[in-house]
């Protein structure tokens, strides 16, 4: 029968009134419409929550209809058209009932509404936006319904049911007056599928968990909005299904929407924890890197311009994914939903301009070779040649973004696996928890994971870099502590210079040279990265080395520890993101006999020869099976703790890079066939000079104190906001654990007559008699210990500072030793030799009462030119006497003493000896006299133990060893 309430007037054929009686209504009912859209819980068709139609011809000519019933079913009215011609022109509206605002004009004002799919009710976008932004967070299943109205659907998809009546309704959204002609009752309304033929897709929005070690969909709370160009939103849900796929539904058709996008904003700082899954926002917009462990942040905004989706809820793959742009209209289906990954990585400069990218999208990166390091600073997917690891990645990159499961996480690996840094073409890139800005809809890759540009600190060849991983637990000294890393970075370029090319034949140096150094550097960031846990190829056992506080590392404390990387590029130039260029450094290898050099650029020769830059010659010598830059040689012991190593020329010169000095003596080369070497006047103060396994002495370990400077640069850092959880660890100090030695090393700061930050390469110097003094600063490290004159374990106590002794002896000779080797020989066991013997040298220290230098060693390093042979200086010139303190004059005749510049020193054969020593002491006509030849005594050492006293002002005395 006929429903009493929506029954037309007059009743149409075959109709009946309700009872018996005849009813006479007071208005004509138009249209009986049933508002419904797709649910995608329900997965069906369902009714609008409370809503009415309006029909309107102008803002004061228009019929709204009643409020629909649960079954979405209302009635619009006939109008009164008095005067309004028969061709004019009606528009059909929705209006949402928004829950105690029934007369709310919110939904036209806002241009939307939201349908919350759990209580069935209408929102409006004031209640769901957040501080009246899209910064939203919601864990309600919110639809959006934009702005409804006959004519904009017709132009977006038409209509599921059209008025008899009316003939082009369906492509205008149009009725004239005369066809105001009733339609639809309650048993058969007129459905009006607001969403009819509306694009309908599902979102995926992944990222890695790292507790679970596998990956997973967002928890419910983000709304993703859809747009259609840039800023103009066409649709919008956070309706999230079990699976974790978000429905959304577009205002318009396939062909409607050429630009569509995602796209979603969260407040700052929002994230959710592993463990529950539960969002939450941070008021106080703090959060620390170590909560990283625990808490995934999610991006401030994100866009899928620019991205690289996949279809379906498979793993992602190189194999399935595509540019967003060829499946922007795909994820049709629940089962087959568009999946993000929002851990793709991105290289930035500054957090939002990506690089390798132009305006127009193409891609222009000249180089595709890219290194990717863990939290643990290991090198993810280590390229290899042969059996040879390379320092840089088997990951081309030939695309932006950089895909997550290739680039950021590892498969069943926890966060120790999580990328943290990326190197590409010199530079650094940093990734925590930063993502790429922009402006969504018109910036590419808006909330994908900025590999940022990192700064550090540079220095005169290398950067110093702070990498915080404290999301990731390190055992140090048996308990678990938070870790971080400093990196010592040399950015190369290695290259053979055409100028070495020879008259005949390739250049072996460009063709087996760059090869093998490629190589080596990977084996010599080994050797420097001993103990370090990105360091899969340590000797056993090995040098650990940690920067912690001064006081000990207390509980959240991190430990950092030192990692050192020797980049290799493909590109001679290193761009500066400042718009500079710089070749900082090159490697240049050359085919001529010569003697390798640090600096930049570095030389490196296949065949060893004691010529520094030695010029190119036509006809270059053969190299034999070992290259003089490769590791060659006997495998030696630390005698400090038995870590054993083969001297390695290449990883020396490459601590030049780091800007570490050379600690050996530059020689003066005896006669052919003489045996025995010493310091050449050109050389430096050396106090490390006996310690000939050290790296910078003797090219085969590290030593504590090459990392004193890094803990200086890190207090620089600490003051960056970025590395605020440094500062509480202030100040610091580098430790160092083997199996065999536990050692701390520090200098003292402030101390007098010293810089405010020295290092163990800082001195200061004065002059005593014939001799300068230069006295520096020491740490407990593997040569104060002992093997700077001692055996290990022969001191309690380490020494805390060194006092090297430097006079320049030259040394001529007359008729009565004719031979050079018998004239060397001479000098060199009667005299010099004995001073560059770690086992036979003098050994005194100079005992005093503090605060620091208590303990100083006293080190004689006497410079000799042999005079039928001067040394050849680095700048080609040839040494001079003029150059000596003391000319010694062996011939027969009488002795005779000549004071000025040199002093000159007649002297027969027999008197050759450690008087020499004692004159440049104290150079008097007595010392010279009594030429006393016995071995240096603790009294021979009074001028300098009262130098010492005088210049710190405290009571000191001499002590033998």
């Known amino acids: 029968m006929s429903d009493e309430v929506f029954s037309p007037f007059p009743s149409p054929a075959g109709g009946k009134t309700p009872g018996s009686a005849e009813v006479l209504y007071l208005q004509r009912a138009l249209f009986v419409l049933q508002g419904r859209f797709f649910d995608p819980i329900a997965k069906a068709d369902k009714p609008l929550p409370p809503h009415r139609f309006a029909l309107a011809q102008s803002e004061t000519v228009f019929s709204e209809g009643s409020t629909s019933d649960a079954d979405g079913v209302s009635t619009i009215f006939a109008p009164d058209t008095t005067g309004v011609a028969d061709d004019a022109t009606w528009e059909l509206y929705l209006i949402p009932i928004f829950a105690g605002r029934p007369d709310s004009d919110a939904y036209a004002t806002d241009g939307e509404a939201w349908i919350d799919l759990d209580t069935r009710k209408w929102v409006t976008s004031e209640d769901v936006k957040q501080d009246k932004s899209m910064a939203i967070l919601t864990t309600r299943k919110l639809l959006r319904i934009p702005v409804w109205s006959s004519a904009r659907k017709a132009a977006t998809g038409g209509f599921a049911a059209t008025p008899p009546s009316a003939s082009d309704f369906g492509t205008t959204g149009l009725l004239r007056t005369s066809e105001l002609q009733p339609f639809g009752n309650k048993s058969n309304p007129w459905v009006v599928q607001v969403d009819h033929q509306w694009l309908r897709t599902w979102v995926s929005l992944r990222c890695w968990d790292p507790v679970a070690k596998k990956n997973r969909t967002l928890p419910p709370s983000v709304l993703v909005t859809s747009t259609q160009g840039f800023g103009k939103v066409v649709g919008g849900s956070s309706v999230m299904l079990p699976d974790g796929s978000i429905y959304l539904v577009h205002a318009g058709r396939k062909e409607d929407l050429s630009k569509l996008a995602y796209e979603f904003s969260t407040p700052e700082v929002s994230f959710f924890t592993y463990a529950d899954g539960k969002t939450v926002v941070r008021e106080d917009k703090s959060f620390d890197n170590a909560e990283l462990a625990t808490h995934y942040p999610l ?394 396994t050290s790296f910078m002495r003797g090219n085969h370990v590290p030593r504590l104190r090459y990392l004193w400077p890094h803990v200086m640069q890190l207090q620089t850092l600490a003051v960056a906001d970025e590395f605020a959880w440094l500062k509480p660890q202030l100040p610091l100090v580098v430790e160092y654990e083997a199996p065999k030695a536990k050692m701390r090393y520090q200098l003292p700061k402030g101390a007098g007559k010293f810089a405010d930050a020295p290092t163990p390469w800082s001195m200061r110097s004065d002059n005593l008699g014939l001799a300068e003094l230069g006295l520096f600063l020491a740490g407990d490290d593997e040569s104060t210990r002992g093997p700077i004159i001692l055996p290990p374990k022969k001191l309690t106590d380490p020494f805390d500072g060194v006092v090297v002794v430097v006079t320049k002896f030259w040394f001529t000779f007359d008729d009565s030793i004719s031979d050079d080797k018998d004239r060397w020989e001479l000098l060199y066991d009667e005299f010099v030799g004995t001073y560059y013997d770690r086992e036979e040298c003098p050994k005194f220290f100079l005992q005093s009462s503090g605060p620091w230098l208590t303990r100083v060693l006293v080190l004689f390093q006497p410079r000799i030119e042999f005079g039928p042979k001067p040394s050849k200086r680095d700048d080609g010139t040839v040494e001079a006497v003029a150059s000596a303190d003391i000319e010694v004059r062996v011939r027969k005749g009488d002795r005779s003493r000549t004071t000025g510049k040199p002093h000159v020193l007649c002297i027969r054969k027999g008197d050759m000896g450690h008087f020499l020593m004692r004159y440049a002491l104290s150079p008097t006509q007595a010392v010279f006299d009594d030429r006393k030849n016995k071995k240096l005594q603790a009294d021979d050492l009074a001028g300098i133990n009262g130098w010492f006293s005088n210049l710190f002002g405290r009571s000191s005395k001499v002590v033998p060893l």
């Open 299 to 692: 991006p401030r905004a994100w866009c899928s311009l620019g991205q690289r989706p996949w279809l379906g809820t498979g793993e992602p793959s190189s194999s399935n994914r595509k540019p967003f742009a060829d499946l922007r209209h795909d994820g049709t289906s629940a089962d087959n939903p568009l999946s993000f990954h929002l851990d793709d990585l991105v290289i930035t400069t500054d957090g939002a301009q990506v690089f390798g990218v132009d305006n127009d999208g193409k891609w222009i990166a000249k180089s595709d070779r890219i290194t990717v390091f863990d939290s643990l600073l290991a090198i993810r997917k280590q390229a290899k040649q042969g059996s040879d690891p390379m320092p840089w990645s088997d990951l081309p990159f030939t695309t932006q973004p950089l895909a997550a499961e290739d680039h950021y996480y590892v498969a069943d690996k926890g966060p120790e696996a999580i990328t943290r840094v990326l190197e590409h073409e010199g530079r650094l890139f940093g990734v925590d928890r930063r993502r790429v800005r922009g402006l969504p809809g018109f910036d590419p890759c808006v909330g994908a994971r900025a590999a940022k540009l990192s700064r550090g600190i540079t220095l005169s060849r290398s950067e110093l870099h702070l990498f915080d991983t404290r999301w990731v637990t390190h055992e140090y000294k048996g308990k678990p502590a938070p870790l971080a890393h400093v990196m010592a970075y040399v950015p190369t370029f290695i290259d053979a210079p055409k100028a070495d090319d020879p008259a005949t034949g390739p250049n072996l140096a460009r063709t087996m040279g760059i090869p093998r150094c490629l190589k080596l550097m990977a084996a010599a960031a080994a050797v420097w990265n001993q103990g370090h846990p990105g360091n899969h190829a340590a000797p056993s056992p090995a040098k650990r080395y940690a920067i912690v506080p001064e006081g000990g590392l207390k509980d959240k404390q991190a430990v950092i520890l030192s990692r050192a990387h020797f980049g290799v590029r493909k590109l001679e130039d290193r761009i500066d993101f400042n718009g500079n260029v710089d070749k900082k450094i090159r490697i240049l290898i050359h085919p001529q006999a010569g003697r390798a050099t640090g600096g930049d650029p570095m030389h490196l020769y296949l065949v060893y020869g004691d010529t520094i830059l030695a010029p190119p010659v036509p006809n270059p010598p053969v190299p034999g099976k070992v290259f003089d830059f490769e590791p060659a040689g006997d495998s030696v012991g630390d005698r400090v703790d038995d870590v054993e190593s083969i001297p390695f020329t290449l990883a020396h010169e490459l601590g030049h890079s780091m800007d570490l000095p050379d600690e050996y003596v530059e020689r003066a080369h005896p006669p052919d066939k003489a045996a025995g070497s010493v310091a050449a006047f050109q050389s430096w103060f050396r106090p490390f000079n006996h310690d000939f």
